[in-house]
């Protein structure tokens, strides 16, 4: 029997993290490249020396490395990501669905243009690029999945209405999936991060006020970091998480149960 240790080591396995030149995506990317995976980097509009810093950071664990753009609300993303990583690596092992959108709105000024936008990345995009990777991770029999969902699928959000429907649709599509992907060594989870510290709630979150008021309903006390769910991913992507799969598991600081 295996060390507990060695349990968690990605040597030699491929990871593809969405969305992973900032916040919980880069993380991720990290922490699976700390572990010994390649991993590649997908990224949107974010500068690209943000990517290619990550890039860098991802070298320094002494694992291969790679680098896509894609806009994910395109239809054909997944095909170019597929392709840009058949260049790099013979299949992806572990492939992670970080990126999202997430817009807020009155629920009676959502627009057309925000709804699709929301659906086309945060849903779209997680099934188009499933249904490009599993097949890999098949033929090999093994392979992990990993959704990020949100806190609020739990407790959504009264001006996010659209983003924390397609949240809770992560969860749904976890339980569809994993008892077909069960007997080819594949695992598929969802991690719901609570209020974890990027880009995405820095502005809100310099209000002083409104910080308090976060605070509160968190009973840890304190705002997560992007190595909150670094340390989950770790777990689920590697023979330790193997016996994990069609879960909902919140790195929420307690947020979903409070008051
Ligand atoms: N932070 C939180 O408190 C929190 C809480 C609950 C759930 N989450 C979830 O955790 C995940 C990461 O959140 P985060 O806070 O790290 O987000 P973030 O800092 O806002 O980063 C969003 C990521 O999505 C990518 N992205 C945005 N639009 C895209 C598009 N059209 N095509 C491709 N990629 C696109 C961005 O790529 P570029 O950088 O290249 O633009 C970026 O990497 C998201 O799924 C989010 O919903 C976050």
Redesign the pocket.
């Known amino acids: 029997m295996k060390k507990i240790k060695e349990l968690f080591n990605l040597k030699g396995k491929n990871a593809l993290v969405?969305?992973?030149?900032?916040?919980?995506?880069k993380g991720i990317a990290l922490g699976l490249a700390e572990y010994g995976a390649n991993v590649m980097v997908h990224?949107?509009?974010?500068k690209r020396d943000h990517a290619e810093q990550t890039l860098n950071e991802i070298n320094a664990f002494g694992v291969k490395s790679g680098l896509v753009f894609?806009?994910?609300?395109d239809r054909h993303a997944a095909d170019l990501i597929y392709n840009a990583s058949r260049d790099i690596f013979k299949g992806i092992d572990i492939l992670v669905l970080?990126?999202?959108?997430?817009v807020r709105d009155p629920w009676d000024q959502i627009t057309y243009n925000d709804f699709r936008r929301q659906t086309d990345?945060n849903i779209g995009s997680t099934i188009w690029l499933i249904q490009k990777f599993v097949p890999y991770m098949k033929r090999n029999n093994w392979g992990r999945v990993i959704t990020?969902g949100?806190?609020?699928q739990h407790r959504p959000h009264p001006e996010m209405l659209v983003y924390s429907a397609t949240?809770m649709a992560m969860i749904n599509m976890v339980r569809s999936l994993s008892p077909s992907f069960g007997k080819s060594g594949i695992t598929i989870n969802n991690i719901a991060?609570?209020?974890?510290l990027?880009?995405?709630?820095k502005q809100a979150l310099s209000n002083d006020q409104y910080a308090k008021h976060v605070l509160n309903k968190i009973p840890v006390g304190y705002f997560g970091e992007s190595n909150d769910c670094a340390g989950l991913a770790i777990l689920l992507s590697s023979d330790a998480g193997r016996y994990i799969t069609g879960s909902d598991l919140l790195v929420d600081g307690g947020m979903n149960v409070s008051q």
């Open positions: 969405t969305g992973s030149s900032r916040g919980i995506g990224h949107y509009d974010s894609a806009d994910l609300t970080n990126a999202s959108i997430q990345i990020i949100s806190v609020q949240k991060p609570g209020v974890i990027t880009n995405r709630n």
